[in-house]
């Protein structure tokens, strides 16, 4: 994954402890403020931008009526670093924008956001990224995976549903599966959307990002970072390809029949031995080694322990419960997914 140099002197001991002060002011009040306040819904529908962070680099169920994304975990002040930096002028100012955002009445929930990604692309120590990530993933839980809508923020907005309107119209218009567009407005039949209805619509495309070497994967919304899966790869000599994919355009499947390439036998999802979870979501290689690949693809998996290593034939494996939030993020056709060492 990303490898930042660790810009830190034990000898400035007096510096170390003003960071760990200003740190650990910045936890308290992100577990305060961002928890406990909210903010009331208005409406703004921003401008689908491109995904920026890609671009130099190389039939389904409802499933609205399915749980929340799973909460994130309160931070635990043992697992702060100890200074997110020593001298970085820069990265001392963002942090005193974030604290000043959060900190604001009512809290600044957009600007906190926008300010903590802008902190993923300064030099920082792995734990110390580990550490913005992890605020990054609490925020998105407010802004994104909640039927709130915050009149600053141009990835998500509100829609005023006109008569021919459908989710699956609606899906396609924003660049996101219809089934996010139903989980977050807390619709299970999309036959229920009514004209004059308002709804909360995210401005796509959702993208992934796949680090070998971690057995993790990023997820973006354009070019913001949401959150972090560990997932499954390919095993030596079926490594899961680097380079760019693309979620297929009919690649998206519920449960489908599986033959195993190695042994020909054929599973039904409902044979005790299904091996692929409940989601399918089929990729093809458009750049670096992935390009005119086929046959690969994001699915869960009913073997766990395998999540975080490489014992896969090169599909990308996740937890159940996160293939399926994955499969009503991901657009086919439009969605990347690049894979990097």
């Not at 001991?13 to 928890?35: D, G, P």
């Not at 390809?241 to 499947?253: A, E, F, N, Q, Y």
Request: aromatic residues 8%.
């Amino acid at each position: 994954m990303e490898r930042y140099p660790l810009r830190y002197s034990g000898r400035r001991r007096r510096r170390s402890r003003k960071w760990a002060y200003i740190v650990s002011v910045l936890l308290i009040i992100l577990a305060m403020k961002i928890f406990i306040r909210g903010s009331n819904p208005t409406s703004v529908v921003g401008n689908v931008d491109e995904f920026s962070i890609f671009t130099n680099s190389t039939q389904t169920e409802n499933s609205a009526v399915l749980t929340a994304p799973k909460p994130i975990s309160e931070l635990n002040l043992d697992e702060i670093p100890i200074s997110l930096s020593e001298s970085n002028p820069e990265l001392t100012a963002v942090i005193d924008d974030v604290m000043a955002c959060i900190d604001a009445e009512p809290p600044r929930i957009i600007d906190a956001r926008d300010k903590l990604n802008q902190m993923l692309s300064m030099p920082m120590s792995k734990q110390q990224l580990a550490f913005v990530k992890k605020q990054i993933s609490t925020l998105s839980d407010k802004w994104l995976f909640s039927r709130t809508v915050f009149p600053e923020d141009t990835l998500c907005g509100s829609y005023k549903v006109k008569l021919a309107d459908q989710f699956i119209k609606l899906g396609k218009r924003f660049k996101v599966p219809y089934e996010i567009l139903m989980r977050i407005n807390k619709i299970s039949d999309a036959k229920a959307l009514r004209a004059g209805d308002t709804i909360k619509i995210i401005n796509g495309p959702f993208h992934c990002k796949i680090y070998r070497s971690t057995f993790t994967m990023d997820l973006y919304l354009q070019d913001t970072f949401i959150r972090s899966f560990s997932v499954g790869l390919g095993k030596p000599g079926t490594e899961t390809p680097t380079g760019c994919w693309v979620v297929k355009p009919d690649g998206k499947l519920v449960s489908p029949t599986w033959t195993d390439p190695t042994t020909g036998k054929t599973y039904e999802a409902e044979n005790p031995d299904y091996p692929l979870g409940t989601r399918w979501i089929g990729l093809q290689g458009t750049k670096g080694a992935a390009k005119d690949r086929t046959g690969f693809a994001i699915h869960g998996t009913k073997n766990t322990e395998e999540i975080g290593t490489a014992g896969s034939q090169g599909c990308i494996r996740l937890y159940n419960d996160d293939v399926i939030l994955l499969y009503d993020l991901l657009m086919p056709g439009v969605s990347q997914v690049i894979v990097v060492e």
